[in-house]
């Protein structure tokens, strides 16, 4: 038969998954209790049960340029109905965290993050840079001018060209890896659907509008704090980096000193500053907690996911700490705070297109593809819903969308 | 002695007397727990339940039990792993054992596996097969005796008094199996014309006479031989793989990397596992336990095991080379109980790749063979490359191919078997006993198992053979009438030779006399009475149940005359599964008819027409049958009991017209033990059923 498909099972990519995360995926039996607990899958090939075969068959190739994997929002309700304990939800988080490995650019990169022996080297990278630049400064003298003086306590110029060229770098990086994974999704993909493409421009757009307000994630009732949680953190996020812009292109450009200076608190910039990093420091907690405290709802966490985690809380944790130590008057206590602080934004940067933190992009060029092809598509099942009596049919189901992180 | 309470199945204990006749008569669950109380019917019910019991009593002849002087040997037939439990463990509680083996060393195949599933725990390992030592050990037992290289010649008598002339192997076995494959194509012949034409009644029965296995045969043992007397004997026989030539289509024939998986146990004991064609090392594999998409049955023999020794084998690739693959693509994936554990451990070997499927074809191209499937887990059509491809063959049992047992029995030199080929019993309840008292099968003879089935097989078959031969010495019957010890006396003066005894009785208890008259071999007998009520002249009784005491207990119930509009309705009921099922309609309240009289009788088989003839013209109005399922998935403990007594009833309509009667007044039904609820309805629509006619016009005749 010509139309028969000649596995060659890649034993060591179904070995990266199990140690990626995926320690159970042999178990699944194919019952496809996955497919059908998962709300937002689509009817048409759902997702997971296809990865899990796949995963268990070492079948590379399709994995790796699989949109469906990051339709999947991780409520874990997969995982917490599959009779067998094979952890889909873990299995795609495998597949995912292999899938930004093998398209990032740099590559070795991609290796340093995911690999836990690395660790110490991954991290040494930013805290030594930091500390050079923290040595040349001032020698580690730790009681800077008072008033708080970031400029006086580190040379602005260094931390400007470096923390700009790090995210340069990021941002080149991720654009030639999403730009990779783009032409993998096309090229892997045949798509056969009645209706013509749309545009790239058009998809983008219906993805963001669903990725926003993260309506897909909260198609996934199963975990619906992790919804709240996951919102605030992208919101406080979104938030912090308007306020960084801002303060940057006035101290950059205009050459004005933060606007705080001038009225404390109660400045529209320092409002929107405070509202965000509160948020994302709640929303980080409440993840945090959860993973810690309820591991067979909020999923099995990886290394991959601990370093993420690591870096976006200490980087939000330090930065909220940072504010409440300057408010105290502690001026020493707030340097090292800073110098920390400056340690994680650089390691968020130069990562971000390398470690769990890809998601961002990743998700969003799936979800966009998936729009351009039409796949996405879902009828929404609402939890113990009743089909409509005959007598008085109800409106047709609204069309789910899909969101993002 | 007649005790009034509670149904005989209950405080059994209780109410059994050293030396005295007891009869019970059940008024609690037939009268008490169904009936409205105060009320005349109930009344009646209960006096007629008591007639009835007393002239039971009264009717008991006192006869001696059966005693001979029996020996306590146990046979076993096979040298395999079963064979060699069955011996370990008969000689252990201190039966004597005589330990036939065909091959010139014990052990069967598991002396050929390099590894068994020996079931200890975790069970989630394979484990180096312990047969040799085993073997060794049974060898050196003091009360075992092995007998190497030879065979069964022939089995005569009966459990307590087997004769077996133990043959050394040789060309002999040939002629007797060819002799006894002729005795069997004659009678299926015979058989298949008799049900064509029922019209030539007696010219079968002459043909039938004929079909007699060695009957009055005389033999000279003119050759090296040794007769031993045992007491019971346990088949063992086990098992061959089945023909692969009908696998041709899968490659097998063709290419030299298509294997069985028998051989390629052979080649795992080699030590490595080498391709057949090259001699190059094996790093896949895919093994085929399903069938392809034409063939109807082609695994019919495979059951469980073929799934664990593919599991197996795909353990010992993996354990081979590191990086090797095992396919494993198959039907349904059985792995009952505890291997379910070994299931998983090797599903979770990254290396190990599992699919539902179907074959489409095997072709090679290349150097490797591609192996095509439809209806994968994958959702498509698959195709995998490999090595080696290993078919999984069906297990035959070796009775397929001879009788092993070479019975001198009238009803032939065979165990009745199944359509497949496998012993046929009551397969649910009495796993190892065969038709043919006193012989128990065991292993894979009787049905397929793997290693340590076949041990736990073994020693049940042993305790099952100790069994027989300790009741046999104490003149009782072996399950499932165990300790029963009345058995059918002949009154021979009478007898027309009509071999319906010998014919039907499913034990093959009767051998016959040159003139034609029914030889008994009491302790082959199961005491169901099926002889009793095939038998036209009623020459056949047991001290406690006969023509006579049925007859007569029906002939003790009051009948109303029909002015009174009380009909009576007398159902025979199997005491085995109908009679447990009217207790628990009684034990749960169930109320029905109080105009029904139950009478119990060992098995339905057992019904002889005159009672029905008695209970009509003594006025009952109308008879049930209620018997046990039949069919493929029969549930009568005799076999075919339920079976006879519906074909006997086929041709009771003579009867009914001679007394000029609706053939309505007689319904036969079928009941499984659980079917309690339908106790009442079955019993409340016949009643309606006979409304719809007259009274028996013979009430006060």
């Given at each position: 038969m010509a139309n028969a498909f000649i596995a060659e099972p890649d034993l060591q990519f179904t070995k990266d998954l199990i140690r990626a995360g995926a320690t159970d995926l042999k178990k699944c039996y194919q019952c496809a209790t996955c497919s059908v607990a998962c709300r937002i899958s689509p009817d048409n090939n759902p997702y997971p049960r296809k990865e899990m075969i796949w995963a268990q068959w070492g079948i590379k190739d399709r994995l790796l340029n699989d949109p469906d994997v990051w339709l999947c929002h991780q409520c874990n309700d997969c995982s917490t109905q599959c009779p067998r304990g094979a952890y889909p939800g873990d299995v795609l988080k495998a597949v995912r965290k292999l899938n930004i490995e093998q398209s990032c650019w740099p590559s070795f990169l991609g290796k340093l993050v995911g690999e836990p022996s690395l660790f110490v080297l991954a991290m040494g990278i930013p805290v030594v840079i930091v500390l050079l630049l923290t040595y040349f400064s001032n020698g580690f003298n730790f009681s800077g001018p008072t008033p708080v003086s970031y400029p006086g306590f580190i040379a602005y110029l260094p931390i400007q060209i470096i923390y700009s060229l790090a995210l340069l770098f990021a941002v080149v990086s991720i654009r030639v890896s999403l730009k990779n994974y783009w032409n993998k999704l096309e090229a892997h993909n045949p798509v056969d659907v009645q209706s013509p493409r749309k545009g790239f421009i058009p998809s983008f757009i219906e993805a963001l509008q669903e990725i926003l307000p993260h309506t897909t994630f909260k198609d996934c009732e199963a975990n619906n704090i992790r919804y709240a949680a996951h919102l605030m953190v992208f919101w406080g996020m979104i938030g912090l980096l308007v306020t960084t812009a801002i303060v940057a292109f006035n101290l950059d450009i205009l050459h004005k000193l933060p606007p705080s200076r001038y009225g404390f608190l109660w400045v529209p910039i320092k409002i929107l500053g405070n509202v965000s990093a509160v948020a994302f420091v709640l929303g980080l907690l409440i993840m945090l907690v959860r993973r810690l405290t309820v591991p067979d709802e909020a999923g099995n966490s990886s290394y991959f996911d601990w370093f993420f985690l690591f870096i976006i809380c200490g980087t939000g944790f330090t930065g909220l700490l940072l504010e409440l130590l300057r408010f105290a008057g502690s001026t020493s206590g707030t340097y090292f705070v800073y110098m920390v602080h400056l340690m994680f934004i650089l390691s968020l940067f130069l990562y971000l297109p390398f470690s769990k933190f890809a998601h961002l992009g990743y998700r969003t060029v799936a979800i966009t593809w998936g729009k351009s092809v039409g796949r996405n598509m879902t009828i929404p099942v609402k939890p113990n819903y009743v089909p409509p009596a005959p007598t008085e049919p109800e409106p047709a189901g609204e069309e789910a969308t899909e969101g993002a992180a | 002695v007649v005790i009034a309470g509670p149904s005989r199945r209950v405080f059994e204990d209780k109410f059994t007397f050293d030396g005295v006749i007891t009869e019970r008569v059940n008024l609690r669950e037939h009268v008490v727990w169904c009936q409205p109380p105060n009320e005349e019917d109930t009344q009646m019910l209960a006096e007629d339940y008591l007639r009835m019991g007393i002239t039971k009593a009264s009717k008991y002849q006192d006869r001696a039990k059966f005693e001979e002087e029996i020996s306590k040997g146990i046979l076993v037939i096979g040298g395999g792993t079963t064979g060699l439990s069955a011996a370990m463990g008969a000689a252990k509680a201190g039966y004597g054992v005589y330990l036939v083996e065909k091959e010139a060393e014990l052990g069967g195949w598991a002396t050929k596996f390099p590894k068994v599933f020996t079931g200890e725990p975790p069970y989630d390992v394979i484990q180096e097969s312990p047969i040799r030592e085993t073997a060794r050990e049974v060898e050196a037992h003091d009360k075992i005796k092995v007998f190497k290289a030879s065979r069964i010649y022939k089995i005569s008598g009966s459990p307590g008094m087997f004769d077996a002339v133990i043959r050394p192997d040789g060309p002999w076995v040939e002629a007797v199996n060819k002799k006894q494959d002729g005795w069997r194509a004659a009678q299926l012949a015979r058989e298949a014309k008799a049900a064509g034409k029922e019209q030539a009644a007696s010219s079968s029965e002459e043909e039938a006479a004929a079909g007699?296995?060695?009957?009055g045969e005389q033999e000279e043992l003119d050759f090296d031989h040794e007769m031993v007397r045992v007491g019971a004997v346990i088949l063992a026989a086990g098992w061959r793989p089945d023909n692969p030539a009908q696998f041709e289509h899968l490659g097998y024939g063709k290419y030299p990397d298509v294997i069985t998986n028998v051989q390629m146990e052979e080649l795992a004991a080699s030590g490595t596992i080498k391709r057949p064609s090259n001699g190059a090392p094996v790093s896949s594999v895919a093994f085929i336990d399903c069938a392809d998409e034409s063939a109807e049955h082609p695994f019919l023999f495979s059951s469980y095991v073929p799934n664990l020794v593919t599991l197996k084998q795909a353990g010992y690739v993996r354990e081979s080379n590191p990086d090797s693959r095992a396919y494993l693509f198959y039907d349904d994936m059985r792995t009952p109980g505890q291997y379910e554990k070994y299931y998983q451990t090797m599903q979770n070997d990254p290396g190990v790749f599992l699919s539902k499927g179907k074959v489409v074809s095997v072709s090679n191209d290349s150097d490797q063979l591609t192996v095509e499937l439809k209806n994968t887990l994958l959702g498509e059509r698959l195709g995998v490359k490999v090595d080696l491809v290993v078919l999984s063959t069906g297990m035959i049992p070796v009775t397929k191919d001879s009788a092993v047992v070479n019975l001198k029995y009238r009803q032939g030199p065979f165990l009745p078997e199944n359509p497949y080929g496998f012993n046929d019993s009551h397969f649910i309840c009495f796993p190892y006993e065969t038709q043919r008292t006193g012989i128990y099968t065991a292993g894979c003879v009787r049905q397929p198992m793997d290693f340590m089935q076949c041990r736990i097989d073994g020693a049940g078959a042993a305790l099952k053979a100790i069994q027989c031969v300790e009741l046999t010495a104490q003149g009782k019957a072996v399950h499932p009438r165990a300790g029963d010890e009345s058995y059918p006396e002949l009154f021979l003066q009478r007898c027309t030779q009509c071999k319906r005894c010998t014919d039907e009785c499913p034990f093959g208890m009767y051998d016959e006399k040159p003139d034609g008259t029914p030889l008994p071999n009491p302790t082959r007998c199961r005491r169901c009475g099926i002889c009793m009520g095939s038998c036209p002249e009623r020459i056949i009784s047991f001290r406690d149940y006969s023509v006579d005491i049925v007859g007569s207990m029906i002939k003790s119930l009051h009948v109303p005359d029909e002015y009174e509009e009380k009909p009576r309705v007398i159902c025979f009921i199997c005491e085995n599964d109908a009679y447990p099922a009217v207790d628990m309609a009684g034990i749960n309240g169930r109320q029905y008819s109080p105009f029904i009289r139950f009478i119990p009788l060992r098995c339905l088989g057992t019904i002889n027409l005159v009672w029905i003839a008695d209970a009509l013209s003594k006025g009952i109005d109308g008879i049930m049958l209620i018997g046990c399922k039949y069919g493929d998935d029969y549930q009568c403990h005799f076999v075919k009991g339920s079976e006879l007594a519906e074909y006997r009833m086929g041709k009771i309509s003579e009867t009914l017209q001679r007394l000029v009667l609706e053939p309505e007044r007689i319904e036969v039904h079928q009941l499984a033990i659980d079917e309690y609820e339908n106790i009442p309805k079955l019993v409340d629509a016949f009643l309606e059923t006979l409304g719809e006619f007259d009274p028996n016009p013979y009430k006060g005749f």
């Open positions: - | 007699g296995w060695g009957v």
